[in-house]
């Protein structure tokens, strides 16, 4: 399969949930050395909320899924993860209005849109230790392999591989935003529990569709 339709795209947001219940206690344990050991509680909500809006809606296009993920995200989740995710979701919906099916053009810009949005809600600079030091790159990389002819599948493949790096970059950081910067510099050494779940969930993304 090269596009993602609409049940695709469904398909891949209960493989994301998936990913997120697997690692539910080791994103909290993350969170835990530098936040309010919840990310993975909070992950895990907001997915289940989304899973659950995504199994009642009657969606046409990649957008209407992409506004009820938003829509059941925020509603679900207080943290700092709800507004991000549900802006990115947003986002990547209005990206890729009117279109049926999800072409190998879109899937990058899915994944541009979402990193966007994460940048514009949050307000984070690159460095700052958030989970925009995932996204960002993972955009670049979809939009460097969109520009070298690769599959979708291997866009976000790339995408997944590069938000591992970016998170992984993390550890050295000293957090600037969201609760971790009250530690100030005892957060640097702890991977950032956001840029941990980006990761997940792009590989989830990635292997979903490659598994087809
Ligand atoms: P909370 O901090 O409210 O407990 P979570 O634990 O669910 O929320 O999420 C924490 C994650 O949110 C952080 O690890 C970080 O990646 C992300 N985050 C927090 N603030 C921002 C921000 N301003 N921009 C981008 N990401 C942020
Ligand atoms: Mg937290």
């Given at each position: 399969?090269s596009t993602i339709d609409q049940a695709r795209l ?203």
């Open positions: 399969m469904i398909d891949l947001f209960n493989l994301m949930a998936d990913a997120i219940e697997r690692e539910k206690d080791h994103l909290c344990e993350l969170d835990g050395a530098i936040g309010d050991a919840d990310h993975g509680v909070t992950m895990s909500i907001g997915f289940s909320a989304v899973r659950k809006a995504l199994s009642e809606v009657n969606a046409a296009h990649p957008t209407d899924v992409f506004n009820t993920a938003a829509k059941a995200f925020l509603n679900a989740v207080g943290a700092s993860a709800g507004p991000l995710y549900a802006t990115a979701f947003m986002r990547a919906g209005a990206k890729v209005k009117g279109q049926t099916v999800l072409d190998r053009t879109a899937v990058a810009d899915m994944v541009t849109a979402m990193a966007d949005g994460v940048r514009s809600r949050g307000k984070a600079d690159l460095g700052d230790k958030t989970m925009l030091d995932a996204w960002d790159p993972a955009a670049k990389a979809a939009l460097q392999a969109l520009e070298a002819d690769r599959s979708a599948a291997e866009i976000l493949s790339q995408a997944a591989d590069a938000a591992e790096k970016g998170a992984t970059t993390t550890i050295d950081m000293m957090a600037k935003k969201g609760r971790s910067a009250r530690l100030g510099p005892r957060s640097v050494g702890h991977i950032d529990p956001g840029a941990a779940s980006t990761a997940i969930l792009l590989r989830a993304m990635a292997d979903g569709f490659t598994a087809e």
